[in-house]
C-alpha cells in the first residue's frame, strides 16, 4: 500500500504539517495571542479547516492558516494560500462564527515557514 509508504527518516506530510503548526502556535503564543482552538474543521465534505484559532489581548478572533516549505521556489509558503484555499478558510470561519451568540471583530492571518524563518502575514485576505 503505497499511502503508508516514505522515505526512511523523512517526517510524513501530516508530522511535517503538525510540526510547523507547532512552531506557528509557540510563535504566536509568544506574541501575546491565547489559542482558542486548533484544526477547526467544518462537518461533511468539501468544508473546510482552519490552522489555528487564536484571540489578541483586544478580542479581535484570528483564523491563521500556517504553510511551510522547504525551500523557496514556486513562490515560497506564503503563496501556497490560493484563492481557493482561502474560500474554504472563509467557509470554516463562517461556520464557526456561526456557533457565537456575538461575534467578535475578526481577520484572517498566514504563518509562512520558508526553510525555517516565521513570517506572520496579519490580515493576509479578507473575507469578501
Given at each position: 500500500?503505497?499511502?503508508?509508504?516514505?522515505?526512511?527518516?523523512?517526517?510524513?506530510?501530516?508530522?511535517?504539517?503538525?510540526?510547523?503548526?507547532?512552531?506557528?502556535?509557540?510563535?504566536?503564543?509568544?506574541?501575546?495571542?491565547?489559542?482558542?482552538?486548533?484544526?477547526?474543521?467544518?462537518?461533511?465534505?468539501?468544508?473546510?479547516?482552519?490552522?489555528?484559532?487564536l484571540?489578541?489581548?483586544?478580542?479581535?478572533?484570528?483564523?491563521?492558516?500556517?504553510?511551510?516549505?522547504?525551500?523557496?521556489?514556486?513562490?515560497?509558503?506564503?503563496?501556497?494560500?490560493?484563492?481557493?484555499?482561502?474560500?474554504?478558510?472563509?467557509?470554516?470561519?463562517?461556520h464557526?462564527?456561526?456557533?457565537?451568540?456575538?461575534?467578535?471583530?475578526?481577520?484572517?492571518?498566514?504563518?509562512?515557514?520558508?526553510?525555517?524563518?516565521?513570517?506572520?502575514?496579519?490580515?493576509?485576505?479578507?473575507?469578501?
Open positions: 500500500m503505497l499511502s503508508n509508504w516514505k522515505l526512511p527518516g523523512r517526517p510524513t506530510t501530516r508530522q511535517a504539517g503538525a510540526s510547523a503548526e507547532d512552531q506557528a502556535l509557540a510563535h504566536l503564543l509568544k506574541a501575546g495571542l491565547m489559542l482558542v482552538e486548533r484544526n477547526y474543521r467544518t462537518p461533511g465534505r468539501g468544508g473546510g479547516e482552519i490552522d489555528l484559532i484571540r489578541e489581548p483586544g478580542g479581535t478572533l484570528v483564523f491563521v492558516e500556517v504553510r511551510a516549505r522547504q525551500r523557496t521556489s514556486h513562490g515560497g509558503a506564503a503563496a501556497s494560500v490560493g484563492a481557493v484555499k482561502q474560500r474554504r478558510i472563509v467557509l470554516a470561519a463562517r464557526y462564527l456561526g456557533r457565537l451568540r456575538a461575534p467578535p471583530p475578526c481577520r484572517f492571518d498566514v504563518v509562512a515557514i520558508d526553510g525555517g524563518t516565521i513570517d506572520w502575514i496579519k490580515a493576509a485576505f479578507d473575507a469578501g
